[in-house]
């Protein structure tokens, strides 16, 4: 089998998954339905992946990497501090934050977070993915330990809050609202 037939039957077993996992909960997904409905072997699942718990990080994995992508997250810009002889860097702290971009990446994709945020155990992993994302990037380097996990669960904890919103609300005009107050309260732990 090529790599394109490959790629879409990965791609399709990914969809496949959350659609089941959106109608009957991650814990009710079960792979022996999973590929009756794909109409592949079970063989052919676990060349893929060894479980449904690896399929779940890899689409969760995914989706916080693509999500960093998007113009509204949190970067670090790192200055070199001249007047230290010791080369250490001050970071300033900069929002890019793009309303309609990150809308748009929610809604376009809509079939992979709405399933995962309704899922109490779904919903977990990428909160700790979030995390984990937001420990690599280095965005809290000026704070101690402590106030580093608690910040990072705080905007872990509003980013996908605000992805809930997004998601679950009419109002263009309150999901900006939220938007901008989930960014203002992260400013304030960045700083």
Known sequence: MDSTKKNYLKEAIKKKFLILAGEQGFENVRLKNLTQEMKISRTTFYCYYGNKDE??????????????????????????????????????????????????????????????????????????KIRNALNDDDLLINKKTEEKKYAIYIISSLLINTIKVIIESKSEEYKKYYLDKTFQMIDVLLS
Do not use: Q
């Open 55 to 128: 399929l779940l990080n890899e689409i969760i994995s995914e989706l916080v990497s693509d999500l960093k992508k998007t113009k509204c997250h949190l970067s670090v810009v790192k200055k070199l501090n001249s007047n230290s002889k010791s080369k250490v860097y001050n970071c300033d702290y900069k929002k890019i934050a793009d309303y309609k971009e990150f809308t748009e990446y929610i809604d376009s994709n809509r079939y992979i977070i709405e399933p995962i945020v309704s899922d109490a155990y779904m919903k977990d992993i990428f909160v700790i």
